[in-house]
């Protein structure tokens, strides 16, 4: 699996190790939502392969954008607010092909 972490800098130049550092406490203290979480929530609704993941800020906020490839080919594209895990986007072609299905009692 490949997965890729990118971090932007923000307006004054830090070493990687302080963004790091940075994106740990952020964790800890629960400003942003562990990438587990994510990934997990992922896996129980969407068939797929993770192939990248890059922590972004977009518009003055942290973003997840988590790219999958689908059981047909298809490379589907979710981003996640950072700081509450909500799902505000997803970009690509038949998402609903990767959608998992619930079982019916």
């Known amino acids: 699996m490949l997965v890729a972490l990118l971090l932007l800098q923000g307006a004054a130049p830090v070493s990687a190790d302080d ?7 952020a964790v800890r203290e629960e400003r942003i939502v562990p990438l587990p979480t994510l990934l997990d929530w992922l896996e129980a609704r969407y068939a797929g392969q993770i192939l990248e993941v890059e922590l972004e800020r977009d518009d003055g906020r942290l973003a997840y954008e ?12 979710f981003e996640f607010d950072a700081e509450s895990g909500e799902l505000v986007g997803m970009e690509g ?11 019916s009692p």
Do not use: F, N, T
């Open 66 to 77: 988590i790219e999958m490839l689908g059981p047909q080919g298809q490379v589907v594209e």
């Open 19 to 25: 963004h790091w550092h940075d994106l740990h406490a």
């Open 93 to 103: 072609v038949k998402i609903d092909a990767m959608r998992r299905r619930e079982d």
